[in-house]
């Protein structure tokens, strides 16, 4: 079993639409988990992270935590094509001694017209 | 701060010959990551360091891969000998520590012909 898993789409919403993404992790130890963005060619960036269960939002993004079942979102309101991209989902474990940064394979998100 | 620097940002090689990838994490961060992506296997973790040391390289492919921190703002992944399976962009990224998000470099794209 991956330590971090994603669906790897493509999930096509049309503009405007709510896009919602998913990701499930092995770990119970882990921490805290990120949202990256990575476009086609550059380096992943943060969209979001969240430690505590429940929502956290962020302008148009929504990340949401249930670690009783392991389980880890991201919702995008009113999706642009500008969204167009692919969505990391990473868990991260301290052990007190180092940290470990895990991602998922991703999920390829196209915003149509 | 210049964010996570990596080079060279291109490198061809032909089979066989040693590659080295560097680079050189925000400072003040005090765990480093190598990440290796390709379409088929997504963003894999090959080593990490923390305060310089190598706390987890299961990931790394083989033993053609080693990877040093000789100091707090510089580390290497070296690949000898280079295969054609290796071609891959490789990431750095960096993390202040706990809890923490990892900012990545632009990343090395590897070709080995």
């Known amino acids: 079993q991956k330590e971090v898993e994603q669906n790897s789409g493509p999930l096509s919403v049309p503009e405007g639409a709510i896009a919602s993404l998913n990701c499930t992790y092995s770990d119970r130890g882990s921490q805290s988990f990120f949202w990256y963005r990575q476009y086609s060619g550059k380096s992943p960036e943060l969209i979001m992270f969240?430690?505590?269960?429940g929502d956290k939002e962020d302008g148009r993004f929504t990340a949401q935590l249930n670690k009783a079942s392991q389980y880890v979102s991201l919702l995008i309101r009113d999706s642009q094509p500008s969204d167009s991209a692919t969505y990391l989902c990473?868990?991260?474990?301290?052990?007190?001694?180092?940290?470990?940064?895990?991602f998922g394979t991703g999920t390829r998100l196209q915003v149509t017209l | 701060d210049a964010g996570v620097i990596q080079s060279p940002r291109h490198e061809v090689t032909e089979m066989g010959q040693e590659v080295t990838l560097r680079c050189k994490p925000i400072s003040g961060h005090n765990s480093l990551f190598w990440y290796r992506q390709t379409m088929m296997r997504g963003l894999e973790l090959l080593i990490y360091f923390n305060n310089n040391v190598p706390i987890d390289d299961s990931g790394m492919p083989e033993d053609r891969f080693s990877a040093k921190m000789p100091n707090a703002s510089f580390s290497t992944l070296k690949i000898q000998p280079s295969e054609p399976r290796d071609s891959a962009v490789y990431f750095c990224?960096?993390?202040?520590?706990?809890?923490?998000?990892?900012?990545f470099g632009q990343g090395t794209r590897l070709t080995v012909v």
């Open positions: 990224a960096s993390s202040p520590g706990a809890i923490s998000e990892a900012f």
């Open positions: 990473a868990a991260f474990l301290n052990t007190g001694t180092a940290s470990k940064l895990t």
């Open positions: 969240i430690y505590s269960n």
